[in-house]
């Protein structure tokens, strides 16, 4: 799965898309954000990141509404914000980690997208959110314990996505072309057993 895409690839999941959005879900150190980023630039799309845009809505970083006024009302912000970035497609849109265990997002995210589990090992995950410390569910003594009951947890609700795309160790530009040979082979099978 690490052959570069062509441009006719690129161009089938365009106009199949139509006015949907490629919504990127996964745990927290998944990749959404950064490979999100990356594979709309390749499809010509813009990027928007939901939290970003939940922290502009609010006037504060994530952590801070955590801090301030608890996760129920972040959940609360993050169902409305998506629902209404779900409506101004075609885009990449990438999601915080919890967003799609949401009945409701994860309906709009049925109606007006296709949606894409970044799945991604414990390992990898607890390698990439070390780096960073900004993320306030794993502000806690035992990050890789709760990493784990997040996995336990979340990855049955993930499954039910339309494509799954495992982020591996290797160059961002490798699961991007990744994410685009899924995305072909799902709008156009038959075509693509025959490469
Ligand atoms: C969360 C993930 C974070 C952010 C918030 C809660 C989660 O986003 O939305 O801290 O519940 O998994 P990333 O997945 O982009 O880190």
Same mark, same amino acid.
């Given at each position: 799965?690490?052959?570069?895409?062509?441009?006719?690839?690129?161009? &089938?999941?365009?106009?199949?898309?139509?006015?949907?959005?490629?919504?990127?879900?996964?745990?927290?150190?998944?990749?959404?954000?950064? #490979?999100?980023?990356? *594979?709309?630039?390749?499809?010509?799309?813009?990027? #928007?990141?939901?939290?970003?845009?939940?922290?502009?809505?609010?006037?504060?970083? %994530?952590?801070?509404?955590?801090?301030?006024?608890?996760?129920?009302?972040?959940?609360?912000?993050?169902?409305? %914000?998506?629902?209404?970035? &779900?409506?101004?497609?075609?885009? #990449? &849109?990438?999601?915080?980690?919890?967003? /799609?265990?949401?009945?409701?997002?994860?309906?709009?995210?049925?109606?007006?997208?296709?949606?894409?589990?970044? =799945?991604?090992?414990? =390992?990898?995950?607890?390698?990439? #959110?070390?780096?960073?410390?900004?993320?306030? &569910?794993?502000?806690?003594?035992?990050?890789?314990? %709760?990493?784990?009951? *997040?996995?336990?947890?979340? /990855?049955? %609700? /993930?499954?039910?996505?339309?494509?799954?795309?495992?982020?591996?160790?290797?160059?961002?530009?490798?699961?991007?072309?990744?994410?685009?040979?899924?995305?072909?082979? /799902?709008?156009?099978?038959?075509?693509?057993?025959?490469?």
């Amino acid at each position: 799965m690490t052959k570069n895409n062509s441009r006719g690839d690129i161009q &089938l999941i365009r106009s199949r898309l139509g006015s949907d959005s490629i919504v990127l879900i996964g745990l927290m150190g998944a990749g959404k954000t950064t #490979v999100g980023r990356r *594979l709309a630039q390749k499809l010509g799309l813009p990027f #928007v990141d939901a939290d970003h845009e939940i922290e502009r809505a609010a006037g504060m970083s %994530v952590s801070d509404i955590f801090e301030q006024h608890g996760e129920a009302h972040f959940r609360d912000g993050e169902r409305r %914000v998506i629902a209404r970035l &779900l409506e101004t497609g075609p885009q #990449v &849109l990438a999601t915080g980690g919890g967003a /799609y265990m949401d009945e409701t997002t994860r309906h709009n995210i049925s109606a007006r997208g296709i949606c894409v589990w970044l =799945k991604c090992s414990h =390992k990898l995950l607890m390698k990439r #959110v070390r780096k960073r410390g900004h993320r306030p &569910l794993l502000k806690t003594a035992d990050p890789d314990a %709760v990493m784990q009951e *997040l996995m336990d947890k979340r /990855y049955p %609700v /993930y499954a039910k996505s339309d494509l799954t795309v495992v982020s591996r160790d290797v160059s961002h530009n490798t699961i991007v072309n990744d994410i685009i040979r899924t995305l072909h082979s /799902y709008f156009e099978p038959a075509e693509q057993e025959n490469k």
